[in-house]
């Protein structure tokens, strides 16, 4: 991942910090489907971590981009509310010396290449704890056309969590996404996502 290009794009408008937690999070929560404490990788400035907060959870967000966890903490500290939020490597997550019941990921798993996915598994796997449940929302090969991030298929997921794993479903959802004139032409309504939850044996 290009570390100067996210930070570029959040001196600007990113499309995914739409400043509101991603509806399909809320629907996972309302669903009884969140559990425990949660870690929120890649968790931008930090929406959905407040969220689950708000609902009670123990939250925790990292996030390898400074800036976008410094406005992730000064959102935590103007509602008042309690959550930690961390400047980390997502494929380092083991650094983080913990575990929880919960791990979210919207929109990171379709940044990383064919090599860094193993990688991430095998980190998820450090910070999860056993029988706990991951939930990843990723751009789907569904979607037309190429631009923005990197589509994936069904099958990639599966076959980036076996060991260990198991993938209890995959449904198909859409991105809450800001719409820029001279942004990307994506489906209405939001691009085309996958929701898989994952479970860890």
Known sequence: MDQQLFEQMYQGHAPWDTG????????????????????????????NV????????????????PVAIERARAKAAQRGMNAH???????????????????????????????????FATELAQV???EGLLHILCFSD??????????????????????????????PTQFDALKRPDGPSFTPGGPKAWLATVGRK
């Open 50 to 65: 407040l969220y689950l907060a708000a609902r009670g959870h123990d939250c925790w967000g990292i996030d390898f981009v």
């Open 128 to 130: 999860l704890r056993p």
């Open 142 to 171: 569904e979607e037309p056309g190429t631009e923005g991030p990197r589509r994936v298929s069904q099958q990639e997921i599966r076959d980036s969590f076996h060991d260990g794993w198991k993938v209890q479903h995959i449904e």
């Open 85 to 119: 939020f961390i400047v980390g490597n997502a494929l380092e997550l083991a650094k983080l010396g913990r575990q929880f019941d919960t791990v979210i990921d919207c929109g990171l798993f379709h940044t990383f290449t064919d090599e860094e996915r193993p990688v």
């Open 20 to 47: 509101r937690p991603q509806p399909a999070i809320i629907q996972l929560a309302e669903a009884g489907r969140i559990h425990g404490s949660v870690l929120d990788v890649g968790c931008g400035t930090g929406e």
